[in-house]
């Protein structure tokens, strides 16, 4: 089995405030092999894309690290100097955002920009990074690259913008991409595009994907594997597919279930009751309880672990089976 490439364990995210120490990120772990895209959804506030900076060393304070390890290939960079993790950020972990504005500087021609990064992470002239520019935007379908590459961010359409953002973060051949929200702002044709695009050249470069979403659409057309968080943890991994079709986590069961079907007709849309805990206020025990019709007594003192469960693994003690050996015993 190949080594994964990026291997994150019992990682813990903390906010340091006047009014006490709060936990953002609750001792998540996961890993992403080579060429595989995991998806990560849940709701706002879940912690996904905090998860994304701090596997990419860009938390601000008063943010930090509070325990765990993130490894890249094997190698552990949580605890690496700032100058050293920037030059690894840039070269091996490529990232696109949700505003491509955010990656693009405006004041700068897009092959400029392509330029500078290129020949900051790879041992090239600047004639050679220029041709390796232009071949990144055909690749991520810029058409006529070698008159496009001379443009300027505003003149690029919403879509064409994050292709060129995605040619940005490929363009050192990173070993990992974090994509945080990539599709958002775009129109339903272009998301398309843009997951097939991400899809094809991860498959054909062997990079590892990090795909950041609230879309569980998203996910289920370009993921192999998703996480469910909730409230700074994960809840439920596993194979898309299985998580998708058959979830196993009370949260995850009604995440799908808010999704249309097609095949069947409904007057409203099932909903969670409630709503996400705030940081200062996350409950003892499961921290879905509250909201969760299945919670039991367990359930209101008990923070549940993964659990293995078919294919995937699932943080409730319904799937514990001291929990089930106990209620067979009480009925």
Not at 35 to 49: D, F, H, N
Not at 85 to 113: A, C, E, H, W, Y
Not at 177 to 200: H, M, N, W
């Amino acid at each position: 089995m190949n080594e994964p490439v990026l291997s994150v364990r019992d990682l813990t995210v903390e906010f340091v405030t006047r009014r006490g120490t709060l936990r953002a990120i609750d001792a998540i772990s996961f890993d992403i092999a080579p060429g595989e895209v995991l998806g990560v959804v849940g709701e706002s506030g879940a912690g996904k894309s905090l998860t994304g900076t701090a596997v990419i060393g860009l938390l601000e304070p008063p943010g930090r690290i509070a325990g765990g390890e993130i490894r890249l290939s094997g190698r552990r960079i949580d605890d690496l100097p700032p100058g050293e993790m920037r030059r690894l950020r840039g070269k091996r972990i490529g990232m696109v955002f949700q505003d491509p504005l955010t990656s693009l500087n405006p004041l700068f021609r897009v092959g400029d920009q392509l330029v500078e990064t290129i020949m900051t992470h790879l041992p090239v002239t600047k004639e050679e990074a220029r041709k390796r520019a232009i071949d990144l935007l055909a690749e991520v379908g810029i058409p006529a690259p070698e008159r496009r590459i001379d443009g300027w961010p505003h003149e690029f359409s919403g879509g064409m913008r994050q292709r060129v953002v995605l040619a940005l973060a490929l363009c050192a051949e990173p070993d990992l991409v974090i994509a945080d929200e990539p599709t958002t702002a775009l129109d339903v044709s272009v998301q398309a595009q843009i997951i097939a695009l991400l899809k094809r050249l991860c498959r054909e470069r062997g990079t590892a994907v990090m795909l950041i979403t609230h879309d569980m659409g998203v996910i289920a057309e370009t993921a192999d594997r998703v996480a469910v968080m909730y409230a700074g943890r994960i809840v439920e991994i596993g194979p898309v597919r299985e998580v998708v079709k058959n979830p196993q986590h009370p949260y995850a069961k009604g995440l799908m279930g808010s999704i249309p079907s097609l095949e069947e007709s409904r007057e409203r849309l099932l909903q969670i009751e409630g709503s996400m805990p705030r940081l200062a206020a996350i409950p003892k025990g499961c921290a879905f309880h509250p909201r969760c019709p299945h919670a039991f007594a367990r359930c209101h003192v008990e923070k549940p672990v993964l659990l293995e469960s078919g294919a995937g693994r699932v943080a409730c003690w319904l799937y514990d089976g001291d929990t089930v050996a106990r209620a067979e015993t009480a009925a």
